[in-house]
C-alpha cells in the first residue's frame, strides 16, 4: 500500500476501516493489529450487488431485424 492510496483510498478501490476506524488498531482486541483489515486501517470496497433480472429478460437490447426488400 503507497501513500497515495492512504490519502484517497475511495480512488483505489478502497475504504476506511469500520471496525478500527482507520487506525489499524483496536481497543476491541487482544492483537496488535485490527483483524477486520490487517492493520492498514484499510478495506477493499464491496462491489455493488446487482439485482436479478426477470426471466426472460436479456442484458442486450434487441436489435430490430432487417427486412428483406419488397423484390425478394
Same mark, same amino acid.
Given at each position: =500500500? @503507497?501513500?497515495? =492510496?492512504?490519502? @484517497? /483510498?475511495?480512488?483505489? $478501490?478502497?475504504? %476506511? #476501516? +469500520?471496525? #478500527? #476506524? $482507520?487506525?489499524? +488498531? *483496536?481497543?476491541? %482486541? !487482544? *492483537? !496488535?493489529?485490527?483483524? @477486520? #483489515?490487517?492493520? +492498514? ?9 446487482? %439485482?436479478?433480472?426477470?426471466? $426472460?429478460?436479456? +442484458? =442486450? ?6 427486412? /428483406?426488400?419488397? $423484390?425478394?
Amino acid at each position: =500500500m @503507497n501513500l497515495a =492510496m492512504l490519502l @484517497n /483510498p475511495a480512488a483505489y $478501490g478502497y475504504a %476506511e #476501516c +469500520s471496525w #478500527c #476506524c $482507520g487506525y489499524g +488498531s *483496536s481497543l476491541k %482486541e !487482544d *492483537s !496488535d493489529r485490527c483483524t @477486520n #483489515c490487517g492493520g +492498514s486501517g484499510l478495506v477493499r470496497k464491496r462491489p455493488r450487488q446487482r %439485482e436479478p433480472r426477470p426471466p $426472460g429478460t436479456h +442484458s =442486450m437490447p434487441s436489435i430490430p431485424h432487417a427486412k /428483406p426488400p419488397d $423484390g425478394a
